[in-house]
Each structure stands twice: as structure tokens, then as C-alpha cells.
């Protein structure tokens, strides 16, 4: 017999998804720093990371998925924004309304570290 509810069964890591906001400084220059959004459990799918060289500066490319449950914040979750898991940040870059089933959503991120 399948669980009714497979997506909760597996959502056992925490994250952090943060917007960013601007603010001004003292001389009233514009500073973009991020907030927290919405803090959710979820499902981890890691993919093949792989090594780019852009001007001869070697970086690594780790592309994850986040999988969320379907809510009426992580609905509004845009590419401008970033996730913090395990003290990394990923930079959000698809979502996807799993099936078109407003049950799951899949966050697109990659960790670009060095």
C-alpha cells in the first residue's frame, strides 16, 4: 500500500529561502542585502556538479533540488531570490510547480563556490 502523503514522508532537511531588499546607508547610497522569506522542510536531489573556467579563475558549479511543499508563499518564489541550506547559499535558478498539482514545488538552485 503507497502513502497517501509521500511528500511530507520526505521532507526531513531544513532551508532558508531569503529576498532581497534595499536599504540606503548613511550617504544614501543603495544597499541590497537580503531577509528571510519563508523557512520550509524539505527534500534534497543533488545533480552533477561540474568545474568552468571563466578568466582564468577555476569555479565550481553544484546544481540542487529543492523539493517543497506547495503553499501560498512558495507559490510567489522567484528566481531573485536565494536559499541557505547547511550554511551554503544557492542562487534560485527555475521553480517548478511539480505535475501542475499545487502539491510540490521544485526549487532550482546552484552553489557557485570556489
Not at 32 to 56: P, Q
Not at 74 to 91: A, C, F, Q
Amino acid at each position: 500500500m503507497v502513502c497517501k502523503n509521500t511528500v511530507t514522508r520526505r521532507l526531513k532537511h531544513k532551508i532558508t529561502i531569503e529576498e532581497p531588499t534595499r536599504t540606503q546607508n548613511n550617504y544614501g547610497e543603495p544597499i541590497e542585502s537580503f531577509t528571510t522569506y519563508a523557512s520550509r522542510k524539505c527534500d534534497i536531489m543533488t545533480t552533477i556538479g561540474r568545474e568552468n573556467f571563466n578568466k582564468f579563475q577555476e569555479f565550481n558549479e553544484n546544481p540542487v533540488v529543492f523539493k517543497v511543499r506547495y503553499d501560498s508563499l512558495t507559490k510567489n518564489i522567484s528566481p531573485k531570490m536565494r536559499v541557505l541550506y547547511n550554511s551554503k547559499y544557492y542562487d534560485v535558478e527555475g521553480i517548478v510547480n511539480y505535475n501542475e498539482q499545487n502539491k510540490e514545488i521544485h526549487i532550482y538552485g546552484k552553489n557557485r563556490g570556489s
